[in-house]
């Protein structure tokens, strides 16, 4: 190989070295408390929407001034199933928004991609989902599922509830057991009695 | 390793194909008289091949100008037609018109709507679709001449005009899956936002 060729390559790769840190980092040209306004104005409907499974899931936003935080406890029904928020941080003229996104049992974030759950609140993953959700609050426009990256199709539980309760219109419980539809649910619950329901482990065990 | 044609080389064939089209001459000369080429091209049918499973043409009949052919849709076995989007069976004539022209006969070929399609409408559409238009015109082409110069009628004579309407078409069909996905996407969100009011 030519030695101007082998030369373009090692700047290439050095540039493409240079780039991958700041690629992840969510700067913005907006002062911190312009930012965070406009992450309290976040479209978290949006995002409900375009990324919920069947089951109903419920935001309840805490909002920190003093540091310019703003997370979301998800639940359904009496449980919390996901929990995220994002804190800004001043940088140049500019904000840094920083994705605060909770441990699973396995030591990595709930939702990333791997985690299984009988339960499922989201599509997976989470983070470039939540990237929107920023991305969209400094723009100030609606959430956009379209600027997603490609993730491939999903065909974990999440997508196949989601496919029945946008069929049917009627969602599942999360008192439901898993992988049935809540009519097949009731039915089975009028014929048997309670019947059983698996839980999911979102979360990490505190201190970990 | 498979070779996959660049952007630019599938425009520039597009472009060739466009080129080749243009180049082909709407008049074709035959040595016949409007007589005997009538009597020749009447009765004949156009083969299914050139409109898929969806159309078939009937027997060329007789005109004043030439011969025409009906181009109704659905099976040439005499079933239903489409009463869905109510247009009776027949879409469409496809016409050869013959004019004595020195030793021989010009013919030229053109299209037309069938007496309860509205005329304005069916121009409209064809001003839409350029490329079927073309298409449709060197299908009767394709027939006329088939026939005149004894010949079997051949699909390597109108794949390009058949390649250059779908080509034409892939705007629309990717404006249709768009507003298909526009309209179940919003069917999404109501179901949804529905399910949260009535869980209030």
Not at chain 1, 17 to 39: I, N
Not at chain 2, 105 to 114: K, R
Request: charge should be negative; hydrophobic fraction near 40%; proline fraction near 6%.
């Amino acid at each position: 190989m030519r030695t101007w060729l082998r030369a373009g390559l090692v700047i290439a790769f050095l540039g493409l070295a240079g780039c991958s840190k700041g690629a992840d980092e969510l700067y913005y040209d907006v002062t911190p408390d312009d930012a965070f306004a406009r992450l309290l104005k976040a479209d978290i409907t949006g995002f409900r929407d375009a990324r919920q499974c069947g089951m109903l899931i419920y935001f309840e936003p805490k909002e920190y001034d003093a540091t310019r935080t703003i997370a979301w406890e998800v639940t359904s029904g009496d449980r919390t199933v996901a929990r995220f928020g994002f804190d800004v941080i001043p940088k140049g003229n500019g904000s840094v928004i920083e994705m605060q996104i909770p441990k699973a049992p396995d030591g990595k974030e709930i939702y990333d991609g791997t985690q299984k759950y009988s339960h499922p609140a989201f599509l997976q993953p989470l983070r470039p989902a939540l990237r929107e959700l920023v991305d969209a609050a400094m723009e100030q426009r609606p959430y956009d599922w379209h600027r997603l990256p490609d993730m491939g199709v999903d065909y974990t539980i999440c997508a196949s509830m989601r496919q029945n309760f946008i069929a049917s219109g009627q969602p599942y419980s999360i008192d439901d057991p898993s992988g049935m539809t809540h009519e097949q649910a009731e039915a089975a619950r009028s014929q048997y009695g309670t019947l059983p329901v698996e839980r999911d482990d979102v979360f990490a065990p505190v201190g970990l | 390793m498979k070779n996959r044609l660049p952007q630019w080389a599938r425009s520039l064939a597009a472009l060739a194909l466009l080129t080749m089209l243009a180049a082909c001459d709407d008049t074709k000369h035959y040595p016949t008289s409007t007589d005997a080429a009538r009597e020749k091209l009447v009765g004949t049918t156009i083969p299914d091949i050139a409109f898929g499973a969806a159309a078939h043409s009937a027997p060329g009949e007789a005109t004043a100008e030439g011969v025409q052919w009906a181009v109704e849709v659905g099976p040439g076995d005499g079933s239903v037609g489409d009463s869905v989007h109510d247009i009776g069976d027949e879409v469409m004539i496809l016409k050869a018109r013959l004019v004595a022209a020195g030793d021989g006969i010009d013919l030229t070929v053109d299209l037309a709507p069938p007496p309860h399609v509205d005329p304005e409408k069916f121009k409209a559409l064809f001003d839409q679709h350029p490329g079927m238009d073309g298409m449709f015109r060197n299908i009767v082409q394709e027939q006329a001449d088939s026939v005149l110069t004894n010949r079997p009628f051949s699909y390597a004579n109108i794949s390009a005009s058949m390649a250059l309407a779908v080509l034409s078409e892939l705007p629309n069909i990717r404006q249709q899956f768009d507003e298909d996905g526009k309209i179940y996407e919003q069917h999404e969100r109501d179901t949804i936002d529905h399910a949260y009011d009535a869980a209030r």
